[in-house]
C-alpha cells in the first residue's frame, strides 16, 4: 500500500507521521522513518520527547546510508574496509595517472582540478545509475567530437577507477545499487511500514531502492510539501510534484494500492498572521500585494557581511533579552556559508552568542597541517626562505619565538633562501661588519644551531626517500617528525592550552595529529609499493588531507544554530534568519560541477542518458528551498542582503527580498541608520566597550555607571585607563 501525506509548509506533517508511526508501535508492529541522512539525531530526538524511551525505541529511524549499514548487518554483507574521501581522491589520481598516454581531452598527470572535477562526475554517474557501458553507446550517437571524447575518456576513467578501488576497499557509493540488489533477491523489510519523511525529491539511485520497498513492504507513507488543494500545481512546488508524479507511476506499474492521500489544508507553525499570509502568497502567480506593515518580518539592508552579521548578532541578543527568547529557538541560514567563514563566527563570539555550526574548520590553517605542508613545500622547492619560516613559526618546533626571531633576522640580512640553508651559517648577524661581539657569536652559535637542528634532518630525508614506495617514504616522514621532535612540542602546546582557558584548542591539536597519524597510514596503504618520487607523495598527501574534516559538536544545549538552506531542517525554531540573500547566490543560480556542460547535459538527456537534473529541476529546487527557508520559523523572520563584499563588488537583493515586498507592499528595508547603536551595542561587554571607546573618542559623555563596570573588569581597566 502506498499513501500519501500532502500539506504546505507548517501544516503538521511531522506530527501526522508520528501519529502514524505511534499507532504502529502501540500495536507492535514493525515501523521505520526514512528522513535525510543529516536529519535523523534530530528526529531520533523528537520521537524520544514525544513517545518516551520505551516506545521510541520501536520505531526505527535511518537515512539512506543508515539503512543501507542496518540491511548489510542483517543479511551478512558488512563492508570491513570502506574506502573515504581522501582515499577516493588518492585513487582517482593514481588512475589519472596510470591514463595519461591514454586520454586526449581530460589528461592533466592527476591534477587536483582534475582529480575534484572527475570525482564530481564519477558521483553523478552513481548517483544517476548511469553505466559506463552506456556511456560509450551514446557516444556512438552524438555528432560532436569533443562530447564523443570526453564520453569515452570518462567511461575509461570511471572503469579504471573502480578497478583500483575493488582491489582493496568497498566504495559507500555503490552502497544503495548494492541494497537494491538485496532487496531485489529477499527484501527482509516486506513486514515492516515504512515513512519517507522531509524529502522533496531522490536520487535516481535512491528511487530504486525507493521503488522495491513501495512494491514490497506492508506499506509505505509519504511526506510531500505541496498545496494539497491544488495538487501541487503551483511552480513552488514543481519539485515535489514531480516526486509525487514518479512515485506513483511506481505503484501503478508495479500494482500496488495507492490509497487516498492524507491532505493537510490547516496551517499550525505561524503563531501571527503575518507570517501565515506570507507562506500563502510567495511564489505565486496569484499574489496580491498586502496593505499591512509586518511587525514580525524584517527586510535589512546591509553596506557588507560584516554589517549584516553585526545586524544579526544584535537582533539576536535583542530577542533573547526583551523577548525572552532562548538561543536555540533561533537559526540563522545562508546558502553557502563558506563567504561567512571569519566573519559571523567572530561576531556572534564578539556578542556572546552561543552558537553551533554545521561547517567543517579550515584545516591547513592548524599548526600540525601547516608543519606537514611547510617541511614538504621546503623540500619540493628547494627551501624556499618563506616556507621554512612557515615551518618554524608553526609553533611545533622546540625552539622558543626569541631563537626564531634570530635566525629569521639573519636571514634578511643576509638574503639566505634556497640552496643557501645547506651552508653553514658563518656571518655576522649584524651584517657586514670588520668584528664579531661576544653578543654576535652567542647569536650566530644559536641560529646555526637552529638550521643544523631543522635543515639538516630534511635534506636527509630528501636523499634517502629518493625513488622510495609509498610505504617506505610515510615511515621516513614519521622518523623525520620525531627528529624534530613534533610530538615533545604537541605535548607542551597541549599543556599549555590544559593550563589556560583555551583547553579545546589544546585537544584540536590532539585530534588533528591523530588524524594526520590516521592519513599516513591509509596514504601508504593506497600507494603501497608504487615507487614515486617525493613531490608525487606529497601530492597524494595534500589530497588526504584536503578530505580532512574538523568539526565541533554543540559546547550547550541552548545555540543558535548556523546551517545552510540544503541542510536546514525544520523543526521547533522561532525565529530565523536568512543572511545572503543576494541575487544569483540565494537562491543560486545553478550550475554544473562535473565534467560536462549544461547543453552536453541535455544533448545526452535527448539520447535517454539523463546525469543528475536538468537546470530547470535544479532551479525549481533552489525556489523550493527558498520557499522551506522563508516558512521555517513560527515567530519571526528576517531576511538581510548586502550591497558589497570584501572585493568591493555589487550586489543586487534576490528573489526572496522580492518577494517579501511583493507580498508587504509597505514594509520597509531598514539599514544600519534606523537601529539605536548605542543600545544595542550594551547588550554584550566586547561592543559596549567598543561603543565607549568611540564616545571617548568624540569627546562625548559617557555615563559612569559604564566607567565604573569596565574599570572594574581586568580585561578592560587598563584599557579604560589609556583611554581616559
Known sequence: MLRFILGKSGSGKITETLKIAGELADSNLPVMLIVPDQSTFECEKTLLDVFGAKKAEKVLVFGFSRLCKYVFELTGNSADNVIDEGTRAVVMSLALEELTEKLRLLSSKGSKSLVDVMLQTVSDLKKSSVTSDELRSVSRLVCDETLKTKLNETALISDTFDALVSQSYIDPMDDLTRLDDILQKNNILRNYTIIFDGFSGFTMQQLKVVRSLIRDCTATYFTLTLDPLTDGSEEVFATSQQTYKILKEYAKRDGVDIKAPIKLTDLHRFKNNELTLLEQNIFRTHLEPLEISPENICVYNAVDMYDECEYVARKIKGLVIEKGYLYSDISVICHDIDPYKGILSEILEKYEIPYFSDEHADIDVKP?????????????????????????????????????????????????????????????????????????????????????SVIEPLLLFKENAKDKNGLEISKLFYALLEELKVPDALRRMYADFESSDDKAVGAEQIRIWNMLMSVLDKTAAVIGTKAMTVKRYYELLSLQISAMQLSDIPRTVDCVTVTTAQRVRISKQKASFLIGCVDGIFPAIPHTAGIFSPFELKMLAMNKVEIGDDFAALNNLETFMAYSCMTSASEYLSVSFYLTDISGASYQPSEIVLQCKKVFKNIVAYDRFDFDAKKESMYALRPAFDAVAEMLGRGEKVPESLLEVFSKITEYSAKMDSLK
Open 368 to 452: 600540525v597541517i601547516r608543519l606537514v605542508n611547510s617541511i614538504f613545500r621546503c623540500i619540493v622547492f628547494d627551501f624556499e626562505r618563506e616556507d621554512v619560516l612557515a615551518l618554524l613559526k608553526s609553533g611545533l618546533t622546540e625552539f622558543s619565538v626569541e631563537e626564531i626571531s634570530l635566525f629569521e633576522n639573519y636571514l634578511f640580512v643576509w638574503n639566505v633562501s634556497g640552496s643557501a640553508f645547506k651552508n653553514k651559517f658563518v656571518q655576522n648577524p649584524k651584517g657586514y661588519s670588520d668584528r664579531f661581539s661576544d653578543y654576535d657569536r652567542e647569536v650566530l652559535v644559536k641560529v646555526e644551531n637552529l638550521r643544523e
